[in-house]
């Protein structure tokens, strides 16, 4: 498969589409029109043709969408016939609340690790996830193949730590502390700062009111 | 203030600059040049710079920015002088992991207010937040002249709760659910889709590497 190099926005809204394709064929339905898919995804049908010409011609005008074609199609660009395992550092109340979350739900996904300096946790399984101590860090992501990290640590604890799983050959990591993290340039960071979230939404209310559509001009 | 409508990705980052310069002027800094401030930030220096014109020239050539002349601008900008209240809807685990959250380390943000089915949870105090039965929704919300809920119930219950939140007068929506809500256009939704965003994270290692900067343009 042509792959282009595609926007960070188009490729955020991959995951929301693959995840409404499966709803929609596990209901039966087996064709949709960009007006349909637009107002279940919320992104306007412009933006939603454009991220489609992305990856070549997926529809038909006036005919719409092929549900099952455009899943297999999802389901190849996201990698969703191959289980990604990924590790957890940090499982206080966020962390805790992540292992209980449901990734693998629409997305193949699965926390197979979990790290955590305290020793009354560190030896448990909590929530089916194996909690290591910090010093198996490195030794547990290189047996279980580990390239993806969900940092749920202190904010003061989190540079160190990202150091050591710099140093342990983590490519990526999933930040929630408010702390933007230094990592060599190689390292993908996608940071979830959800103080700033909510700040944001309040800032957008005091400001301008309502919800804008998903466009990429202004996200 | 003279207010010109910015871009969302520029709303985004003034949480990420204030909090930044909070923690300058609380370590006596009071100079910072835009090169510190990028590092600091991970934004690069001419995404700052065109941020910041949007709300006038706030910095000289070759002297840098002045820490506290910015953080009164943006506390004034963010509103950081009055606690907002917010309420959270859905004391599961994820719900409870935020009311432990720290929305107010930097930010001057409150959950005041929980509700929850669970006959267990309503009517008790859980991490300082009073925990009302579902059947408080419409009247608490009035009496705190709560506007803004943070949805953390379970999918198939969202829309139906988020019908409710609209009657009872809610202008934004923090939205926790993979599912994209239909709000009318007075309310402003924020979607923070944790599985989306791990998803993205995977995508982007799979097919393209390593970090880039925040920039307007791939975001």
């Known amino acids: 498969m042509a792959e282009t190099m595609i926007p960070k926005a188009t490729a955020k809204r991959l995951p929301l589409y ?19 898919l637009s107002e279940a995804v919320k992104v306007d049908s412009a933006t939603i043709r454009r991220d489609f010409s992305y ?15 455009l899943l297999k199609f999802f389901k190849k660009i996201l990698n969703q016939d191959r289980l990604t395992n990924v590790a957890l550092v940090g499982v206080g109340n966020l962390g805790h609340a992540l292992l209980n979350y449901n990734f693998r739900q629409a997305n193949n996904i699965r926390i197979s690790a979990g790290f955590d ?5 560190a030896g448990t399984i909590q929530s089916g996830v194996p909690i290591y101590p910090m010093s198996d860090l490195a030794d547990q992501l290189r047996q279980q193949q580990i390239e993806i990290v ?5 904010t003061d604890a989190a540079q160190g730590i990202t150091d050591d799983l710099v140093k342990a050959g983590i490519k990526g990591i999933m930040n929630f502390t408010p702390l933007r993290i230094s990592v060599p340039g190689y390292v ?7 103080a700033t979230e909510l700040q944001t939404l309040i800032y ?4 301008y009111g309502p919800t804008l559509k998903d466009t990429d001009e202004d996200e």
Chains 1, 2 share one sequence.
Do not use: C, W
């Not at 394709?21 to 949709?32: D, E, P, V, Y």
């Not at 300096?117 to 946790?121: E, H, K, L, S, T």
């Not at 993908?188 to 959800?194: A, C, M, S, T, W």
């Open 55 to 69: 990856f070549g011609a997926l529809g038909k005008r006036g005919y719409g969408y092929d549900v099952m074609d």
């Open 188 to 194: 993908r960071v996608q940071n979830v700062d959800l």
């Open 150 to 154: 969900i940092l749920t640590v202190p």
């Open 18 to 36: 693959y995840r409404y394709l499966n709803f929609l064929a596990n209901s039966g339905t087996t064709k949709i029109s960009s007006t349909e």
């Open 117 to 121: 300096v305290n020793p009354d946790i």
């Open 204 to 207: 957008f209310l005091d400001h």
